[in-house]
């Protein structure tokens, strides 16, 4: 979609197709219904997303490839990689798409989400979160001995004697880069001097290959207003260059320099050293970034197209000015902004019960629901919604196209 500008509603109205109304005679197929009409991977049959037994999570091919297709084109414009966070999609499938359109690896948050890759043909892999404990650090030095292409993260001295030490119990060096704390303090070492010892120590010890840096500014993604953004994040990020210069006045590895994310993609270029960026939620998008505001529209973050929703359907519609939906809170999370939907006016929905959804038509509201019908949502916030499915229909022109496992589901430790 071309980057104009758009109010926030009239962006989310012009994201589909209103909901169809469907008698309620129309069967809802189940998973193993659905699974059992795809005979060597090929659809047997034309299946509408409307058809489909509810809650359903959908992903609409089309603007999941023009979401790539995007970001591909900007970093690659920019001088800069894309090395796209798995922890919101969970999917091999994607990943495999992310890597076929020039990614030059992808990030997992856990040892486990890795592992799941891994075991899916995925072999560039770099774990922004650090392994702690004995177990996690096990695991971890388990999937480096099979995946040449495994990187972890380190931020501290303590952690990186424990990770040498159990590389070198295994025969191995093991690849690491140090994480570096934009100001959050939430994972990561104080920049500057603290930073460049602990890669100093990394490159000393026998099981380490110390291979560059991360610094990931998760308070920077969500900052409304371009502008303020900006500002926001290449302050926060300048500790993290200071201590790039100082690994290379060095001569330490400044290979991988990874960062950024989805609020930030046109902007994490501007940070001096950076080589990529580990953007996640952008293949998907969700009502949480959408109302940040991108640089051409103040007013909704247009930059990537929703491509993630939720099929829902009304159970009871007996009241006027409401309606209740079999999509509550262990379809939807309880994350704010609430789903919005999709195609539609005039009306809200909150998922705040565990089974029912709740939707309130507003004055003028653009159509109202039956017993049976359904509707469509775009995600709250699209990472903890991936986790509560098991898989998810890949969905083209409306038909249910393919069937993809979320293999990483689940996967949290
Ligand atoms: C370490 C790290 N990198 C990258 C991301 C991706 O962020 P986004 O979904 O905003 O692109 C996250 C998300 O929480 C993260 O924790």
Redesign the pocket.
Known sequence: MPKQSMSRRRFLQSTGAAAIWLPTSVRGYSSSEMQALFVDGVMQQDVSKWELDTPALCVDIDLLESNIATMQSTTAANGIASRP?A??HKTPIIAQMQLDSGSVGI?T?KVSEAEAMFQHGIEQILM?TTNVTATKIRRAMNLRESCSGFIQATDSPENARLLSAAAVAKGLVADVVIDVDPGGHRTGITPGQPALRLAQLVDSLPGLRLRGLLC?D?GS?HVKGFAARKQQTLERLMGATETYDLFQGSGLSTEIFSGG???TYNIDHDTRGLTDI?????VFMDAQYIDIGGESNAEAYTDFQPSLTIMTTVLNAQYQGRATTDAGAKACTINRPWPVVKGESGMSYTSGSDEFGSLVYEAGASRTYKVGDKLELIVSHC?PVVNLYNQMYAIRNDRVEAIWQIAARGMSA
């Open positions: 966070h922890k919101t990030c948050a922004t990931y998760g993604q994310g989805t609020g580990q953007v996640g939620s952008y990472d």
